[in-house]
């Protein structure tokens, strides 16, 4: 399906070791992944050569600025086709990943992949500001981290209350400009964070990107996440 001396090379050249076990996963991953794109909108992007470059090398690159075993408690907020969540577990399967999305048909996608593969994860059908109101979820996670959801300040409402004290939040994103940058730097030292590193890069096909670690330094105030509306209508 896909080409593995690209994805290999395109980790190399992103600093990152992949091994042959885990791009055979990866092969796969992308086989099923183009299949049922047919019958439920999971990506736009389904030739190869783009899912090996945009979506497993781009969601891999949080394993070189963020610090990841099989110790950690891993949420991926709003997962949907399982980036980087399932790219991370096919990595490796050491990984204790939790994948969360409100869109429950994108979630059976995760499950049969997952499964198929051998591996394991937890995967659950609920809206990030839901999640956050529960204990079971609630500053429980030492990393966590998401693809392609939403502006910085919207996510961080989403996110941030779900990291323990002492963890990260570690968004993918691509470059933040100034006004999304400053927006969503406050947002996240509003909810008890602080950002420690904003790490930026290129992809394989030339596009910028950006990883920001952010370190929890103090519970979030019980008053976020807001309702969905809430934050809608007037995001921090």
Sequence with gaps: MISKELLKT???????????????RFDLYAERLVAYNEKVNLTAITAPDDIVIKHFADSL???KYAELNG????????????FPGAALLCYNPELNITMIDSVNK???????????LGLSADIITIRAEEAAKKKEFREQFDVVTSRAVAALNVLSEYS???????????????????EEAQRGLGAIANLGAKVVSRNRYKIPDGSEREIIIAKKVSQTSPKYP??????SKKPL
């Design 160 to 178: 941030v209350p779900l990291v323990k004290v002492g963890g990260i939040f570690s968004p993918l994103k691509a470059v933040l400009s100034p």
């Design 71 to 82: 110790s950690k408690k891993i949420i991926d907020v709003g997962t949907g086709a399982g």
């Design 106 to 116: 994108k979630l059976d996608f995760i499950r049969s992949l997952v499964k198929e």
């Design 10 to 24: 395109s980790c190399e050249g992103l600093g990152i070791d992949i091994s042959d076990e885990a791009i055979d």
């Design 61 to 63: 690159c949080l394993v």
């Design 226 to 231: 807001r309702a969905y509306a809430q934050i």
